[in-house]
């Protein structure tokens, strides 16, 4: 089994409809971010979460929300999906403090929002 | 504020060609600097980091990349590109409080037969 796993990996939906993307780990790391990927833009943080009591808003957080259920689950919610959510999302984790910290990613869900 | 910029977002090299993948960061204080790799269909996996013990970083698959503060750089190599090699390339920066890693728009490499 993979260290993250995203579920689902691919997912199509309508606008307006409530969508919720799944990331849980065995690394048995405190870390957890959600990043999203767009062509030409690179990765883009969302939220991220230092332990079950700790959530933080990353640069794009608008139109999203976040649970972190457990140290091993965090999950991604868009209650009122639009057309410019369409992307690639990423969980990642990773351990400690400190700036050299390795992050470890899912494989990717892929969002459709028609 | 940290970001860093990768100039040219798809490179093509042939088969056996020395393969340059430029990065530059801009960071108040001395940052911690990162490769990653996405293969198609995949999530990105660590190439390599710098954390400051030595300016020339080995990382997997025969890639390297070296810190230059003088010219805020922090380029990825590899002597000799593969097939295998074709995927795209992030980097990546982070600081010492490691709140946040600060990606670049990535660049493609393809490699040509």
């Known amino acids: 089994d993979a260290d993250v796993t995203q579920t689902p990996r691919n997912r199509i939906t309508k606008t307006g409809k409530r969508i919720m993307l799944e990331c849980s780990q065995t690394?048995?790391?405190?870390?957890m971010y959600w990043y999203r990927q767009d062509p030409g833009l690179g990765l883009r943080l969302i939220y991220y979460?230092?332990?079950?009591?700790?959530?933080n808003k990353g640069e794009i957080s608008d139109g999203y929300s976040v649970s972190r259920q457990a140290q091993a689950k965090f999950s991604l919610s868009l209650e009122s999906a639009i057309p410019n959510q369409t992307a690639l999302y990423f969980c990642?984790?990773?351990?400690?403090?400190?700036?050299?910290?390795?992050?470890?990613f899912g494989a990717g869900s892929r969002l459709t929002v028609l | 504020a940290q970001s860093v910029t990768q100039l040219g977002s798809h490179v093509s090299v042939s088969e056996g060609a020395l393969v340059l993948l430029r990065c530059n960061y801009s960071?108040?204080?001395?940052?911690?600097l990162f490769w990653y790799v996405q293969y198609p269909n995949q999530g990105l996996q660590l190439l390599l980091k710098?954390?400051?013990?030595?300016?020339l970083v080995k990382g997997i698959n025969g890639f390297e990349a070296e810190f230059k503060k003088s010219e805020t750089s922090f380029h990825l190599t590899k002597p000799s590109a593969h097939m295998s090699d074709a995927a795209e390339y992030f980097c990546?920066?982070?600081?010492?409080?490691?709140?946040?890693?600060?990606f670049g728009t990535g660049t493609s490499l393809t490699v040509i037969p």
């Open positions: 690394k048995g790391h405190d870390r």
């Open positions: 990546a920066v982070s600081k010492n409080t490691g709140n946040q890693f600060y």
């Open positions: 990642a984790t990773s351990q400690g403090t400190g700036g050299a910290n390795v992050l470890t």
């Open positions: 960071s108040s204080v001395p940052p911690y």
């Open positions: 979460s230092f332990d079950v009591k700790d959530i």
């Open positions: 710098y954390t400051s013990a030595a300016t």
